[in-house]
């Protein structure tokens, strides 16, 4: 699986956008990008993924550049409720492919 | 929503002891895992588990664990002599198809003493 890279914690002002970035410059043409979350010590939450082009749901977007050696997840307005580690993770499709987790971003929602 | 479950939410067992963690994936997926958490430590891999056959494990699944689809609805995972490092969170998850999104239960955080 090709590794990803993330800053270690960031901090987002309530209401505000916050802009989680993510490199994975080694990145497979097959593989997807994928965001999950993990509040506290509960099970990792999907989030959005996407392999090419900029995808967006009801909980975030995400937006890839052009050569897919990076992208950024965008939670639109920020709640405390968003405060967790968010991990961003590439896997291909097909066979039981598995998810490898990272350290991921500590984002701290602020009042 | 379909959700994963797990029981129990917490256990706490004696070094030695054998432990089942249950798990009931989301009904029609196919693609069954298991992770654990060790307190303040990365999520890992453990096992993937495809039409009543391990796909992939990792090197922490030694012969101690097992895992096991018993009756079509529960997934399994079994240590048969717990260690004091096997104190974890462990997830379950699955997923209905090839390249379909991985869903998690909330886990089964396991004290051993």
């Known amino acids: 699986d090709a590794k990803t890279t993330q800053p270690p914690s960031m901090d987002c002002a309530e209401g505000r956008a916050a802009n989680l970035p993510c490199n994975h410059s080694?990145?497979?043409?097959?593989?997807?990008v994928y965001w999950y979350r993990q509040i506290h010590s509960q099970g990792p939450q999907y989030i959005i993924h996407?392999?090419?082009n900029n995808e967006t749901n009801e909980m975030a977007s995400l937006i890839i550049t052009e050569d897919r050696k990076s992208s950024t997840l965008i939670l639109p307005h920020a709640t405390l409720r968003d405060t967790a580690v968010y991990y961003c993770?590439?896997?291909?499709?097909?066979?039981?492919?598995?998810?490898?987790f990272g350290t991921g971003t500590r984002l701290q929602v602020t009042l | 929503e379909p959700e994963v479950t797990q029981t129990p939410s917490h256990q706490v067992t004696q070094m030695g002891q054998e432990v089942i963690l249950r798990c009931v994936p989301i009904?029609?997926?196919?693609?069954f895992y298991w992770y654990r958490q060790i307190l303040g430590q990365k999520v890992e891999f453990l096992v993937s588990?495809?039409?009543?056959?391990?796909s992939e494990k990792s090197e922490i699944f030694d012969d101690q664990f097992s895992v096991e689809r018993p009756d079509g609805s529960n997934f399994t995972l079994k240590i048969r002599s717990t260690k004091l490092e096997d104190s974890a969170m462990y997830f379950c998850?699955?997923?209905w198809g090839a390249g379909n999104t991985i869903y998690f239960g909330e886990g089964s955080w396991l004290t051993v003493v």
């Open positions: 993770i590439v896997s291909p499709e097909g066979g039981a492919s598995k998810l490898t």
């Open positions: 009904s029609n997926h196919l693609y």
């Open positions: 998850a699955s997923r």
């Open positions: 996407g392999l090419k």
């Open positions: 588990f495809y039409n009543n056959e391990i």
């Open positions: 080694t990145i497979s043409g097959n593989e997807y």
